[in-house]
């Protein structure tokens, strides 16, 4: 066993029996680096991805390269979840350097900290066109000690090309948001949902932001690319089909084959859009996948007693890629009775899902609709959706018996924040009290661990990073709008004041990602990659706090946010979904003053409305509402067919 073997991260352990001589990230690594005169192999990835656990099975346990690693190198494993600051950083330069980007990331360091070659996946020996790990290791060692001067010079550059140019603050108005619009429209595909070509990520942000353009402006266009998108994603094996929740993404354009992890954050964003796209179309697809969402992370990714786990690998074991989530024919057969076989196989199984190192083995997606599974089996359509409702039921029973994949049991400040949210709005929708509940619990056990002598943590002994601030005061103020209680309101703004002290730049505005610059980068994202970024998610909280505690500061705070972040904003499409919300929420503000309780019909109805931006703030219980929409106040509202009418009229 290796120092691993007493970390906390998942991940790290996964390499504990490893005979490479691993360090984790720490001062301790790179001393020992300066002291032999070494170069530094950091190795970035993490448990639920598929080619990290390639690579580690065959370079990592090679005795081979386990001695080249331990005689010439100081290798570092790091847990891009555990630490996405110092991944992110690495990941910037591997693409300066040419290397692309994703995981496992494999980066050269000099003892200083410094890049100065780095790719991602490496099999042993030159493969498909990637150059053999032994001779990569070989080869770099020969330039460290031969050429230093040159290594020198080059990370010089390199540093000088990293380094983060001011940006340039634009001007802030409506007309953006139509442009906006066309931007990402102009990257729809009409035939098969979403953005794009392969591969296919949901942009889960690009889809808010449209779904509330269709509902303040009526542009029908928009409203089609969101019902087309969140349809195909549903019916495709980007969707578990059996076991409910997504997929990390798709591989092709149909939505057909996914890469199998399931990240809680991916899910959590995908809840949102569904549960909102139900609330403004009532399409039951919609709610049904969203209840399907809910009750795969309440049986998967939840802790018994409260708080959420952050991912379920993709793999067994590496070998057989997809293999727990994919299905044989034989498979079907035994699991099934010969009614729902013929059913089943009709409506889930088709020759597009074959997987490619195994044609046998099939991913399950919506391949005819059950109205014309009836006509090909000449059955009434309700006895074929019986048929398909059951045999589903089976299905996911018999692949219960299999091993599982590994679950990383880990508590993440940032996406237990994301599934607080996406419960709570559950709730509003759906009046699912058990919603509400697991949520409240989940809550209070993250400020419980992570939240200590008022002080954030990402995950223990990690000090919160921007996401973990941004999504866990967006949870906070959610609490806030489901029960009225001020102590969650407290502590939202308490969160956001602690944030803008160590986080907030004070020069040009806007968030950066932590207050530890290694490489001296000091990031601002506005981009989503790919859930929606923290900047804009605290853009949007920050008007919200403006009007729930009176503070016109925050409403300061956000615009010089907008505007700082306008230019790039625009210039980068799809990407930047999130951030018009943000900016379509500071010129389209609903805010409803609650004086009823959080327990009345009156207040339900107005939480559960699917008007965009909605700002809660409670008074004092006087039996009415009173809405204001960007700067008209309505007179009080005391009956909820009345607040329905205004809210859905002003939308049209």
Known sequence: MNRLSKEK???????????????????????????EDKPVFLSSGAVWCHWCHVMAEECFYDDEIAGLLNENFISIKLDRDERPDIDRRYQLAA?????????????????????????????????????????????????????????????????????????????????????????????????????????????????????????????????????????????????????????????????????????????????????????????????????GTFNFIRDVLSGPDGGFYVSQDADVTPADEGGYFTWTDDDLRKALNDEEYKALSLYLMSDAGAMHHDETKRVLFVALSAEDVAVKTGKDVKEIAAMIKSGRSKLLQERNQRQTPFIDKTFYSSVNGMLISAFLLGYKVFKDEGLKEFAIKSLEKILKLRFIENRLFHTEDVKALLDDYAYLIDALISAYEVTGKASYLEQADGLMKLC???????????????????????????????????????????????????????????????????????????????????????????????????????????????????????????????????????????DPAALKALLIKRNA
């Open 9 to 35: 991260s998942a991940y790290l352990k996964h390499s504990a029996n490893q005979k490479i001589d691993w360090y984790p990230w720490s001062e301790e690594s790179f001393e020992k680096a300066r002291l």
């Open 95 to 291: 693409a300066a350097m040419g290397s692309g980007g994703g995981w496992p990331l494999s980066v050269f360091l000099t003892p200083g900290k410094v890049p100065f070659f780095g790719g991602t996946y490496f099999p042993p020996e030159e493969k498909l066109g990637r150059p053999g790990f032994k001779k990569v290791l070989r080869a770099v060692d020969e330039l460290y000690r031969r050429q230093k001067d040159d290594i020198a010079e080059y990370t010089e550059k390199l540093m000088n090309a990293l380094k983060t140019a001011p940006v340039t603050a634009g001007d802030i108005n409506e007309s953006l948001l139509d442009g906006a619009v066309t931007d990402m429209l102009s990257e729809f595909d009409p035939q098969n949902g979403g953005f794009g070509t392969a591969p296919k990520f949901p942009m889960p942000g690009a889809l808010e932001f449209l779904l509330g353009r269709y509902v303040l402006s009526n542009n029908e266009s928009a409203g089609l690319a969101v019902r087309k998108t969140l349809e195909a994603m549903a019916l495709g094996g980007f969707h578990d089909q059996i076991g409910g929740g997504f997929h990390r993404y798709s591989t092709d354009r149909a939505w057909i084959i996914p890469h199998f992890e399931k990240m809680a954050d991916d899910n959590a964003w995908l809840l949102r859009n569904y549960i909102n796209a139900y609330a403004v179309f009532g399409d039951r697809l919609f709610m049904e996948v969203a209840k």
């Open 500 to 638: 803008m002290e160590n986080l907030w730049d004070s020069d040009e505005g806007g968030f950066f990602d932590t207050d530890e610059h290694l490489l001296e980068m000091k990031i601002k994202g506005i981009e989503d990659i790919p859930h929606p970024s923290a900047n804009s998610i605290l853009i949007i909280q920050m008007l919200k706090l403006s009007f729930m505690v009176n503070n016109d500061g925050y409403l300061r705070y956000a615009e010089k946010a907008l505007r700082l972040f306008s230019s790039k904003a625009k210039n980068i499409g799809i990407h930047s979904g999130y951030y018009f919300c943000a900016l379509d929420a500071c010129f389209n503000p609903v805010k409803v003053t609650l004086n009823t309780p959080a327990s009345s019909d009156l207040t339900s109805t107005a939480l559960s409305l699917p008007t965009p931006y909605k700002i809660i703030g409670y008074g004092e219980d006087k039996g009415y509402v009173v809405p204001c929409m960007k700067n008209v106040c309505y007179g009080p509202v005391s």
